[in-house]
């Protein structure tokens, strides 16, 4: 579909054991340096509130960035995470036919939710603790969702294609476009949520409007046209939304339980702290970006013992990608504490520490989820994301009562740390139940 012509029967994805062997791997130096950009781009969003902004701003941002969590969230279970899965099993016109419903609907959806939670926040901002939302902050939030929406429906589309390299690309403009706009606005000594939303949310539609047009994705609107495919989406759907929402509840609770039990400014500190051990997320969801098709493909093929293989392969690398990354951090700590915090955010060392914990479990729940939903097993991961909020949400209301913001990321630990879990029990049954037909052989 998009840049150099693709196998007619494999649809971007390599269909025979010798092209297997030659490249296992394709793709991922050009998503770890994407998703190091990003990481970048984020932490620099993220230094300019704690160096130019009031912590009741950098809170107020935090609260909106996850309202656009949670739509993207539900553009996970509707539409990258089904498309994911079925995309990969699909071949020529039927996939582009396939692509430009996903497009239509993605686009019709975004539009509702954004505007719809505009509204909301504009009428009641108490709902996210806060005092008013004037209209340019509410308008500010409704493009950030269309602009998020849009990148992430482009980016996993390249993904699909095996075309991490045009993904790069549009990243790169992104990247570059955001940080001249948050320069601008540090010049100008204008760094607040709403202004902020607008520089992210212009970079997005900007950079990704040009890549859009060389995919030559044209959305397909109507309920006739929708109606095929979301025959396929909903029996894979009805399960991946609820387990999203969940899984959104656990993994956000913390700013929404924050803001009612240690109000804006504490959590403006755990938020701050978070922002040096994110890159983290990025890595992992740059290994899942090519590991997610990849074993798709694999599964529908039978190559079984490939899978686990490279499963087995993924967490060790996230074991040790996260315990080299915490050294470094706590080594270089005294001077990210006197150079980029300063004294507004001094001591967010057991705050960072313990955000290592967590990402130590959302690395492995990661990869574990990843794999049921390449298999189509959105039911396992519904019921995982279910006893994690069981866990974690009562424990960072009480705990954080008590304890203050240690006793609300014991709760977020918690969660994380149950919820990988049960995907990783999960993972390993759906494997032993699925039938071995060949063997790749490509870690050998």
Request: charged letters at 10%; aromatic letters at 12%.
């Amino acid at each position: 579909m998009i840049g150099q012509p693709k196998s007619p029967d494999s649809g971007g994805l390599m269909s025979d054991g010798a092209s297997e062997r030659k490249l296992p791997f394709q793709g991922v130096s050009h998503s770890l340096i994407d998703q190091a950009l990003l990481s970048v781009s984020n932490f620099l969003i993220g230094l300019a509130f704690i160096k130019f902004a009031t912590k009741h701003n950098y809170y107020a941002y935090s609260q909106l960035i996850g309202y656009v969590a949670l739509t993207l969230a539900i553009q996970a279970a509707l539409i990258t995470t089904t498309a994911l899965t079925l995309l990969p099993r699909k071949q020529g016109p039927d996939r582009d036919a396939a692509t430009n419903a996903f497009f239509g609907l993605q686009l019709f959806l975004s539009t509702s939710l954004a505007l719809l939670g505009g509204l909301f926040l504009w009428s009641l901002p108490a709902a996210i603790s806060m005092e008013a939302i004037g209209f340019p902050l509410a308008l500010a939030m409704v493009l950030m969702v269309l602009s998020s929406w849009l990148r992430e429906f482009l980016r996993n589309v390249q993904f699909i294609n095996s075309r991490a390299d045009l993904c790069l690309q549009q990243d790169v403009a992104y990247v570059v476009l955001l940080t001249l706009g948050v320069a601008a606005l540090v010049f100008a000594q204008r760094v607040r949520a709403d202004e902020m939303l607008l520089v992210i949310s212009g970079a997005g539609i900007v950079s990704a409007l040009p890549w859009l047009h060389k995919a030559g994705i044209r959305p397909v609107f109507g309920r006739q046209n929708w109606a095929g495919l979301w025959g396929e989406i909903w029996p894979l759907a009805r399960w991946a939304l609820p387990a999203g929402l969940v899984a959104w509840a656990s993994g956000n609770g913390y700013l929404l339980i924050g803001a009612n039990v240690l109000g804006p400014e504490l959590t403006a500190e755990i938020v701050a702290a978070k922002l040096f051990m994110a890159p983290l997320g990025m890595m992992f969801l740059s290994w899942g970006n090519i590991f997610r098709p990849k074993v798709s493909h694999w599964l529908s093929v039978g190559a079984v013992h490939d899978v686990a293989r490279l499963t087995r392969l993924s967490i060790l690398g996230v074991a040790v990608v996260v315990v080299f990354y915490f050294l470094a951090l706590v080594v270089a700590y005294p001077l990210l504490e006197s150079q980029l915090l300063g004294e507004k955010y001094k001591g967010l060392q057991f705050d960072i520490a313990w955000w290592g914990l967590f990402f130590i479990a959302s690395g492995v729940s990661s990869i574990c989820n990843g794999l049921l939903m390449a298999g189509g097993r959105f039911r396992q991961s519904f019921y995982a994301a279910l006893v994690s909020s069981v866990c974690s949400i009562p424990v960072m209301y009480a705990s954080g009562l008590m304890l203050g913001k240690h006793g609300l990321m014991l709760g977020a630990v918690l969660g994380e740390a149950s919820y990988a879990a049960v995907l990783y029990f999960g993972m390993w049954r759906m494997l032993r139940s699925v039938p071995v037909q060949q063997e790749l052989g490509v870690l050998k």
